[in-house]
């Protein structure tokens, strides 16, 4: 069993960053690969990035791409997704997830093992 538990979340205006934190605990952390999703009132969970679970491989969504940098750190069983250039329609609650699976499986929520419960963020215009 893996337990995920994000933060980081919050309010800030457009333009501005912000960086989640995903920390696991349980089972060996640095065999999954880490994604993070968000998921929009009135919308469905949508992936947003990936990384292995040796950092050598990311994906990303379109709309996030050159703003959004994820990142892990296995010593400290963390994964980090920091934020940059925020736009209101970035406005969501941030899930984290843990699969046993390659960024492209992650991507299209193929496999995923555990999920946290999610911080909110919220850009306002």
């Known amino acids: 069993q893996v337990q995920l538990v994000e933060s980081g979340g919050g309010l800030v205006q457009a333009g501005g960053s912000l960086r989640l934190s995903c920390a696991a605990s349980?089972?060996?952390?640095?065999?999954?690969?880490m994604g993070w999703f968000r998921q929009a009132p009135g919308k469905e969970r949508e992936f947003v990035a990936a990384i292995t679970w040796s950092g050598g491989s990311t994906k990303y969504a379109d709309s996030v791409k050159g703003r959004f940098t994820i990142s892990r750190d296995n010593a400290k069983n963390t994964v980090y997704l920091q934020m940059n250039s925020l736009k209101p329609e970035d406005t969501a609650v941030y899930y984290c997830?843990?699969?046993?699976?390659?960024?492209?499986?992650?991507?299209?929520?193929?496999?995923?093992?555990?999920w946290g419960k999610g911080t909110l963020v919220t850009v306002s215009s």
């Open positions: 349980g089972r060996t952390f640095s065999f999954y690969t």
């Open positions: 997830a843990a699969a046993k699976t390659t960024t492209q499986g992650m991507s299209v929520m193929s496999g995923i093992d555990y």
